[in-house]
């Protein structure tokens, strides 16, 4: 099976714009929930989607939102850009909503000036 | 809220070596998950070994077990006969197991340990 895609793989904004991160998971994972990695915070849930529904979010502002398609991809959306969203943003799948096990894509890393 | 502590910013080990990475983690639920993966530089976060709290045998994938202690709170990941290829960033992370209604919280990240296996 392939494994999770991401694209853009890297990504140049300026503050003030705004930008759309693209997930597409495992085949057959409903599931896909995204990450921030930064070096000052580490790595931060941000939501997670199943069948097409946000299920849950992390301690992120509203300018951070997502969506799923019917096939399971996902797309991220940060508006607004702010430097300090300069970071590593990975997505992950799973089969379902509470399967534990989450496998990561290789991340897009986002460069805001 | 759970947290996961990784204490050992920066390891090294000689190849060939046994290496021992800790973590704990603090939460009051019965039910949960733990995890270690591996970030090499090209960032790709790869799953090493899972245990579920449930399980009080140690979990162990090749090269790879645990040292899980459950009532420490410590999960820590023994790696035997160090290769170059496991040098990486090392995350011990947390899934909650209590199911809220509201679908999956995330995986919980220690900060993570950077490991230097020298030739």
């Known amino acids: 099976k392939a494994g999770v895609t991401q694209t853009p793989r890297y990504l140049i904004k300026t503050r003030g714009q705004q930008v759309t991160l693209s997930c597409s998971p495992i085949?057959?994972?409903?599931?896909v929930s995204w990450y921030q990695q930064t070096p000052g915070q580490g790595l931060q849930f941000l939501f997670e989607?199943?069948?097409?529904?946000?299920?849950n979010k992390g301690n992120f502002p509203g300018r951070f939102s997502g969506r799923q398609f019917s096939n399971s991809r996902s797309e991220m959306n940060v508006s607004t850009l702010e430097l300090g969203d300069s970071a590593l943003y990975l997505c992950?799948?799973?089969?379902?909503?509470?399967?534990?096990?989450?496998?990561f894509g290789p991340g897009t890393r986002l460069l805001v000036l | 809220a759970q947290t996961v502590t990784q204490s050992q910013p920066e390891m090294s080990v000689q190849e060939a070596e046994t290496v021992t990475l800790s973590c704990t983690y603090d939460?009051?639920?019965?039910?949960?998950?733990l995890f270690w993966y591996k970030q090499p530089p090209s960032r790709q976060m790869i799953l090493v070994i899972r245990?579920?709290?449930?399980?009080?045998q140690n979990a162990t994938e090749n090269r790879f077990s645990v040292n899980f202690q459950k009532a420490a709170k410590s999960f820590s990941l023994k790696i035997s006969d160090s290769q170059l290829g496991d040098a990486a960033m090392y995350f011990c992370?947390?899934?909650?197991?209590?199911?809220?209604?509201?679908?999956?919280?995330?995986?919980?990240f220690g900060k993570g340990t950077h490991l230097i296996i020298q030739p």
């Open positions: 992950a799948s799973s089969p379902s909503s509470r399967e534990e096990t989450q496998y």
């Open positions: 085949s057959g994972h409903r599931s």
């Open positions: 989607y199943f069948s097409e529904t946000q299920r």
């Open positions: 939460t009051s639920e019965s039910d949960y998950y």
């Open positions: 245990q579920e709290a449930y399980k009080q």
């Open positions: 992370a947390y899934f909650s197991g209590v199911y809220s209604g509201g679908g999956a919280d995330g995986l919980t």
